[in-house]
């Protein structure tokens, strides 16, 4: 039995903010090609509002993940957070939502980084925690409110909203793990200085030999560990920089568009970062049968990508209206232009007299 076997998740959760920017208003304003939202499969993405970041967000998803987990906060031994928006530079934000879910003090709690793939980093190692006996259950939250250099291409989808996971032992659980297989290089695709307002990217280095490399070796090595195929999987779930890659990467592996379309939510809302992937298998999970089997891919710039397989089992029909689903979420949306926007995201430096 690999070590993932032993282990599933309890409960799971998202939240998307209620503002909605059309990428055509942002192609208007900065004098974009018209089709560079078309190209890229993207309507619209999701602001945070002006009293939200990564923080509200995250205890958003992460109480809907209670909630369908039906334990008690106290039994969390451990709450880890992964985000590249962190509201404070210096102060953890995992004990912040701790503390508000009423799971402090007993408990561990830091904030994990590795781009969009630290909630993922974090998941694979809370597997292996929980798997080992020292916690019972684990809370892992992605959460990001996204930026991205005004006028920059990267503004068309830096979006917002979190997802959160239970994991804790294999019974009882709504879904549990098979297997996961990280694959890791230094490669500099997107960074972001110390005291810099916004990231910067290798444009050339997006797709190859970032994206795509990473992700489609990490689901090889997945394949060769337990000699799964993609006939095996009845959804596949790629980190969704954009609304195309996630697509194409599944075309390179075997994968048909009917797997990957259910959980492919950046077309709705952009690019949520350190929810981006894990959005999907929360959508998904709100969806899917017993015994179906999950593909999850996320990736990370940086970079690195981990590949999971995930079988639902009968307790995710019990659990998944117990909180609002992703679909909820997707239709509780208000339309805001590129003034609002910047407002929301202090885009604006206000002049003092």
């Not at 990428?23 to 945070?48: C, H, M, T, Y």
Request: glycine share 8%; with cysteine; proline share 7%.
């Amino acid at each position: 039995m690999n070590p993932e076997e032993k282990t599933g998740i309890l409960g799971w959760g998202s939240y998307i903010p209620r503002w909605r920017l059309p990428l055509a208003d942002i192609a208007r304003v900065w004098g974009f090609n018209p089709k560079e939202p078309e190209e890229l499969n993207v309507l619209e993405k999701s602001v945070a509002g002006v009293d939200e970041d990564s923080v509200t967000m995250g205890w958003e998803a992460a109480r809907n993940a209670l909630k369908r987990a039906g334990i008690n906060p106290r039994e969390i031994g451990l709450v880890w957070f992964g985000t590249e928006s962190k509201p404070y530079a210096v102060k953890p934000s995992a004990t912040i939502i701790a503390e508000a879910l009423d799971i402090t003090p007993d408990t561990m709690a830091t904030d994990w980084e590795f781009a969009c793939r630290a909630a993922s980093e974090a998941l694979r190692a809370s597997i292996g925690v929980v798997a080992s006996g020292m916690v019972k259950y684990a809370l892992i939250i992605g959460s990001d409110t996204a930026q991205a250099n005004p006028g920059d291409v990267l503004e068309f989808t830096a979006s917002s909203a979190a997802t959160a996971l239970i994991v804790g032992p294999r019974e009882g659980a709504a879904a549990f793990f098979e297997a996961s297989y990280t694959y890791v290089t230094d490669t500099p695709d997107f960074w972001r200085r110390a005291h810099a307002h916004y990231p910067l990217h290798g444009e050339a280095f997006t797709g190859e030999p970032a994206y795509f490399h990473h992700i489609t070796n990490a689901v090889k090595g997945l394949f060769e560990r337990t000699g799964l195929k993609p006939d095996d999987f009845d959804y596949a779930i790629f980190h969704q920089p954009n609304g195309t890659f996630p697509l194409r990467v599944g075309r390179m592996l075997g994968f048909p568009k009917e797997k990957i379309l259910p959980g492919l939510v950046t077309p709705y809302i952009g690019n949520s970062y350190n929810s981006s992937a894990l959005i999907g298998l929360s959508k998904v999970l709100d969806e899917a049968k017993p015994g179906q089997r999950i593909l999850l891919a996320p990736f990370g710039s940086g970079a690195g990508s981990d590949a999971y397989s995930i079988v639902v089992t009968e307790e995710v029909v019990h659990r998944r209206e117990r909180a609002p689903k992703v679909s909820d979420y997707l239709q509780r949306k208000q339309l805001i232009d590129y003034a609002l926007y910047a407002k929301y995201r202090g885009l604006i430096d206000r002049i003092k007299g």
